[in-house]
């Protein structure tokens, strides 16, 4: 009888360790993520530099006209991949807003809400960060998967020919993204 009653104890006991064992994991996960977030060295898992960035059009978060590559016009453009539910995102957005005022005319930004899970929490997100450029919306993480990449943000720096310049992965600064707009703006031939 009294074996019966430590049977939902341990059942109990077990549940709780797989529980931990799987917080762990994603501990460990989110720790290596956090160390490797603030790299600006192209990893294997994006797209090289000197490829050509895939084209897209995507529907516009919040509705509105749909939000294309193709829209630069051959101006060199910044493309940020960001979701609301991650905090280098949140962290950087504010940075990429303010380059993109400032980069106007010289160079186009273009955001990619991806695999987003909370549309209205992005929208506010922007909002709040004063991001005013296009952002398209890749709910199912398609043109992630074109881009190569496997986590956000992620930040490509393209040619006015759209190809890849330079990669960054992490939050950015304004300081880093302002380097990265006068670099391109310097390398567009005059026919541009």
């Known amino acids: ?17 797989v529980s931990l ?9 989110r ?6 977030a603030s790299t600006s060295a192209p990893l294997a898992s994006s797209l090289q530099v000197g490829s050509r960035a ?25 493309v940020n991949f960001f979701a609301s539910w991650s905090p280098g995102s949140r962290q950087e ?7 993109a005022l400032a ?3 010289k160079v186009a ?13 992005a929208k506010r997100m922007l909002a709040e960060t004063g991001s005013t450029y296009p952002v398209g ?6 043109l992630a998967a074109k881009y190569q990449i496997t986590g956000v943000p992620v930040t490509f720096f393209l040619s006015a020919s759209d190809k890849v310049e330079h990669v960054t992965f992490g939050r950015q600064t304004t300081k880093t993204l302002s380097y990265w707009v006068a670099r391109l703006d310097a390398r567009r031939t005059p026919s541009s």
């Open 21 to 29: 064992g799987a917080f762990g994991a994603i501990l460990v996960i």
């Open 31 to 36: 720790v290596i993520s956090t160390r490797h």
């Open 54 to 78: 895939p084209g897209f059009t995507l529907p516009r978060l919040g509705g509105g006209r749909a939000v294309s590559l193709a829209t630069a016009h051959g101006e060199p453009v910044i």
């Open 137 to 142: 919306v890749d709910p199912a993480g398609h």
């Open 103 to 105: 980069a106007a005319g």
């Open 93 to 99: 957005l504010r940075a990429i807003a303010s380059v």
């Open 109 to 121: 930004t273009i955001g990619v809400d991806t695999t987003e899970t909370q549309p209205a929490a």
């Open 1 to 17: 009888m009294l074996r019966q009653g430590f049977a939902p104890l341990k059942t109990l006991g077990l549940i709780v360790l």
